[in-house]
């Protein structure tokens, strides 16, 4: 094969292989934050630090790549950011990882898969989305929402037997005993939190027709977020230990989530919206799902429970139904865009 046709064929799988990679980092953020909780590391804490290292991370890159077309930041505009950061990460992220401590990576991996679902609710309910139950894809948009939620009560309410593992798995990462209040408590949690994320890519949306500046938009979300969960953090965590972290695993996983996951995997996922659309995005969540829970049960030795198991795929297959009724309504954006662009098309010339 010529260079040059190996070169179209990377240009063609770039955005897929770029989203798997998006995944596996994912997946990997699961574990290593688990495994900085259990040592000690205060959830908050790790949020408030890990937006401060993603912010320093991001800010070169938004100062000088987006130069020209960041506009002036007025009053209103820092307020509007404000209480953006307040619902997409001092919110967010304090309830999504404080619930990793009360459930599982298994369980959190499952219920992201719901953000779209929420996201198309809370869409309709402000008139942002239009819904057309006279067509299949409206149908499917209905039905797949419904199917992801009722995937969630299962998870919640139901935890069934543990499945038993065939054998010794060969990393152990040391867990506290959870017990049914703590899970339900959990489940709690990040089912808010998959509501107040959805509710972040509704603002952002808003936000970002008045401040067109990706980069420079999530640098600012990173450092206020980190202000206000600093904020938080200190009325609920006194004790100054609870700040101190060394060359240990908590280290790491703060570096790890600024840099790597807040930085260059959002950098990806814009990247990656902007060249195939949302909903291409989206439909890779649910490989995260699947590898967290092979790698739990294989490799970490965690239990799986039937309620799990059963809700995860309930979700996932819910998850699929929406966005094949949003791909419709993708296509046909496209194509309204390409008839503005090119009158021929309206027209019906070749």
């Given at each position: 094969m010529k260079?040059?046709s190996?070169?179209?064929?990377y240009?063609?799988?770039?955005?897929l292989?770029l989203?798997?990679?998006?995944?596996?980092?994912?997946?990997?953020?699961?574990f290593i934050?688990?495994?900085?909780f259990?040592?000690?590391?205060?959830?908050?804490?790790?949020?408030t630090?890990r937006h401060?290292?993603a912010g320093?991370?991001?800010?070169?890159?938004?100062?000088f790549l987006?130069?020209?077309i960041r506009?002036?930041l007025?009053l209103?505009?820092?307020l509007?950011i404000?209480?953006?950061?307040?619902?997409?990460?001092?919110?967010?992220?304090?309830?999504?990882?404080?619930?990793?401590r009360?459930?599982?990576?298994?369980?959190?991996?499952?219920v992201v898969?719901?953000?779209?679902?929420?996201t198309?609710?809370i869409a309709?309910?402000?008139?942002?989305?239009?819904?057309?139950?006279?067509?299949?894809?409206?149908?499917a948009?209905?039905?797949?929402?419904?199917?992801?939620?009722?995937?969630v009560?299962?998870?919640t309410v139901?935890?069934?037997?543990?499945?038993?593992?065939p054998?010794?798995?060969?990393?152990h990462?040391?867990?506290n005993?959870?017990?049914?209040?703590?899970?339900?408590k959990?489940s709690?949690?990040t089912?808010?939190?998959?509501?107040?994320?959805s509710a972040m890519?509704i603002?952002?949306a808003?936000?970002?027709?008045?401040?067109?500046a990706?980069l420079s938009?999530?640098?600012w979300?990173?450092?206020?977020?980190?202000?206000q969960s600093a904020?938080?953090?200190?009325?609920?965590?006194?004790k100054p230990a609870?700040?101190?972290?060394?060359?240990n695993?908590?280290?790491?996983?703060?570096?790890y989530g600024?840099?790597?996951v807040?930085?260059l995997i959002?950098f990806?996922?814009?990247?990656c919206t902007?060249?195939?659309g949302?909903?291409?995005?989206t439909?890779?969540?649910?490989?995260?799902?699947?590898?967290?829970?092979?790698?739990?049960?294989?490799?970490?030795?965690?239990?799986?429970?039937?309620?799990?198991i059963?809700?995860a795929?309930?979700?996932?297959g819910?998850?699929y139904l929406?966005?094949?009724g949003?791909?419709?309504d993708?296509?046909?954006a496209?194509?309204?865009t390409?008839?503005?662009?090119?009158?021929?098309i309206?027209?019906?010339?070749?």
């Open positions: 260079p040059s190996l070169h179209n064929v240009l063609r799988f770039k955005p292989l989203m798997v990679l998006a995944q596996l980092s994912y997946t990997f953020l699961y934050t688990e495994a900085s259990n040592h000690g590391m205060n959830p908050h804490v790790y949020v630090y401060i290292v320093i991370a991001m800010f070169p890159f938004a100062y987006e130069r020209k506009p002036k007025t209103a505009l820092f509007e404000f209480v953006l950061s307040l619902v997409g990460v001092t919110l967010t992220l304090n309830m999504y990882f404080a619930s990793l009360y459930t599982s990576p298994t369980f959190v991996a499952s898969n719901t953000v779209a679902a929420v198309f609710v309709v309910v402000l008139r942002l989305e239009t819904l057309d139950l006279r067509n299949a894809r409206g149908m948009k209905v039905l797949g929402t419904l199917v992801s939620l009722a995937g009560t299962i998870m139901y935890k069934g037997p543990a499945a038993r593992n054998g010794h798995p060969p990393i990462i040391q867990r005993n959870i017990i049914q209040e703590q899970w339900l959990g709690f949690l089912i808010a939190s998959s509501i107040t994320w890519y603002m952002q808003i936000t970002l027709k008045r401040y067109p990706q938009l999530t640098t979300m990173c450092f206020l977020g980190a202000a904020v938080f953090t200190v009325i609920v965590a006194r609870d700040w101190r972290i060394g060359l695993i908590d280290l790491w996983s703060t570096i600024g840099v790597v807040s930085g959002v990806i996922q814009l990247w902007d060249k195939r949302p909903v291409f995005a439909m890779f969540n649910p490989i995260s799902t699947i590898l967290v829970a092979i790698l739990a049960y294989f490799v970490f030795g965690e239990k799986l429970f039937l309620g799990s059963v809700g795929v309930v979700v996932i819910g998850l929406l966005l094949w949003k791909e419709g993708h296509q046909e496209q194509i309204k390409k008839e503005q662009s090119d009158p021929k309206s027209q019906g010339e070749p």
